[in-house]
């Protein structure tokens, strides 16, 4: 019933073929690689009083493939000679180009931390860790594929939500743990813990009037795409960042109810879910801890700022873009707490009654 409920919400949420918003504010130019040759300290030409670093490079690929040139940057730059950068270029009405620093090429280093992680996954997990790499690239394809067009459709960002976490969750359980009534289990406790954490959600972001806009790119995001609500766009995050760490919470325990009645098959629903709960009080008292620190890591450099500026605690905490922070942090918390007695009961209850029809 799940899966038919999500497959048809998909089929209705499935966004269209907008080819969306386009600036030529943003949309410009497309940076392309470079390799900057020198690094030097030079005086400024706008100043010849003050000094610069003056970057020179060579276009390694683009519509300047071959190219030299050169760009003055403050004498804190971090550009040395070596380093593979995107440059953007912009032609002048006098036929001159202008290059601009646009970012790092990060491919190559990024392409082996990937190749590092496959390998650590695999050497532990095998053929359940292949099954997880699986989930992850298919949680990555839902996201690409349908979350991000069907919210830039229009279409209501916590419905998009659920759907993308009820397809994630089904790929990635059954993926990684094997299909099976275990897994069945997990999965119907994580959606039923999916839902409440999306009422609460809906709940306090409401109740704390928090409005989504609280950077440049949720404000900019607003202003080009009018069926795009902030808010909506929070939720979502909500939802779908929960996702990650309730499948943990429920697999474990339904894993610890299995594996109580396997040692002790006379145990009944009650007998089973007692000592289970005791497990998950202690998994979820250090699970709790790491989604607040990980929430808290994300807001650390507003915190700082703030601290800085001599603001109380107080005005801090409330101030929108923690209180976001907060709110995701004590909602998913919530949402993590109530996983483990659903998971248990649920596991339990199931356990017995396959037993009993076993027998």
């Known amino acids: 019933m799940c899966a038919l409920a999500t497959v048809i919400a998909l089929v209705a949420l499935w966004p269209g073929d907008s080819a969306g918003f386009e600036d030529p504010l943003l949309l410009a130019a497309d940076p392309f690689p470079a390799t900057v040759t020198v690094a030097d300290v030079v005086n400024c030409s706008y100043d010849p009083t003050a000094q610069c670093r003056l970057i020179a490079f060579e276009v390694d690929d683009g519509p300047y493939a071959g190219e030299y040139g050169a760009m003055e940057h403050s004498l804190d730059s971090t550009l040395r000679p070596g380093d593979s950068i995107k440059l953007t270029a912009f032609e002048a ?185 005791r497990i998950g009080r202690d998994h979820i008292s250090s699970t709790v801890n790491t989604l607040f620190l990980a929430y808290a890591g994300a807001a650390l450099p507003l915190l700082l700022l703030f601290t800085e500026a001599g603001q109380g605690f107080g005005d801090v905490i409330t101030r929108e873009v923690v209180a976001i922070e907060v709110v995701r942090a004590l909602v998913g918390s919530i949402g993590l707490v109530a996983s483990v007695p659903i998971a248990t009961w649920l596991a339990a209850l199931v356990a017995t009654a396959a037993d009993t029809n076993d027998g």
Do not use: C
């Open 93 to 277: 009405l006098d036929g001159r180009v202008e290059y601009s620093f646009y970012d790092y090429q990060r491919s190559t280093p990024m392409v082996w931390l990937v190749v590092l992680f496959v390998a650590a996954v695999l050497a532990l997990g095998r053929w359940r860790g292949l099954g997880a790499i699986a989930g992850l690239a298919f949680s990555l394809a839902v996201i690409v594929l349908f979350t991000l067009p069907a919210v830039l459709d229009g279409s209501n960002a916590v419905a998009v939500a659920l759907v993308t976490a009820s397809l994630i969750a089904f790929a990635a359980l059954f993926l990684a743990h094997g299909f099976g009534l275990g897994t069945a289990v997990a999965l119907l406790s994580t959606f039923a813990s999916l839902v409440l954490t999306a009422v609460l959600a809906w709940l306090f972001v409401g109740a704390t009037h928090l409005t989504g806009l609280t950077d440049d790119s949720s404000i900019l995001l607003g202003g080009l795409a009018a069926g795009i609500d902030p808010r909506g766009i929070l939720l979502a995050g909500v939802v779908i960042g929960a996702l990650g760490v309730l499948d943990d919470v429920t697999v474990t325990q339904v894993s610890a109810v299995w594996e109580l009645k396997r040692v002790q098959p006379e145990l009944g629903t009650r007998e089973l879910f007692a000592p289970a709960l």
